[in-house]
């Protein structure tokens, strides 16, 4: 028995049109899930370094407080009369209207 071996001449572009669909497969993943996430990360930070005293938030506990002051990375909550908690900034997701904002768009309509 004898074995033929042929040999198959590669082109020059055959090597970068085997990855093309692992660049495509990158780039699809890069704009439907990392981009998005950047985005909330930064308009997350901003909304962490623009926080003052004052402001009602919800943390990621779900604990819903008024920020009644700071000290470096912790936040000092007022959850109820006479009763403070101290979180870490970090924790805060997100910010709550006020009531003047709250009330304002339901007497719009």
Same mark, same amino acid.
Do not use: H, W
């Given at each position: 028995? +004898? #074995?033929?071996?042929?040999?198959? !001449?590669? =082109? *020059?572009? =055959?090597?970068?049109? +085997?990855?093309? *669909?692992?660049? #495509?497969?990158?780039?699809v993943?890069?704009l439907?899930?990392?981009? *998005? +996430?950047?985005?909330?990360?930064k308009k997350? +930070?901003?909304?962490?370094?623009?926080?003052? =005293?004052?402001?009602?938030?919800?943390?990621?506990?779900?604990?819903?407080?008024?920020?009644?002051?700071?000290?470096?990375?912790?936040?000092?909550? /007022?959850? !109820?009369?006479?009763?403070?908690?101290?979180? =870490?900034?970090?924790?805060?997701t997100g #910010? /709550? *209207?006020?009531?003047?904002? !709250?009330? !304002?768009?339901?007497?719009?309509?």
């Amino acid at each position: 028995m +004898q #074995l033929n071996c042929f040999l198959i !001449a590669a =082109s *020059p572009n =055959s090597g970068l049109v +085997q990855l093309l *669909p692992f660049v #495509l497969i990158f780039g699809v993943f890069y704009l439907l899930l990392i981009v *998005p +996430q950047q985005r909330q990360r930064k308009k997350t +930070q901003e909304m962490l370094a623009n926080l003052k =005293s004052g402001d009602r938030v919800v943390t990621s506990g779900g604990i819903y407080g008024t920020i009644m002051g700071f000290r470096d990375n912790v936040v000092q909550l /007022q959850v !109820a009369n006479q009763v403070r908690i101290d979180v =870490s900034r970090s924790a805060i997701t997100g #910010l /709550q *209207p006020n009531e003047s904002e !709250a009330e !304002a768009p339901k007497k719009k309509s």
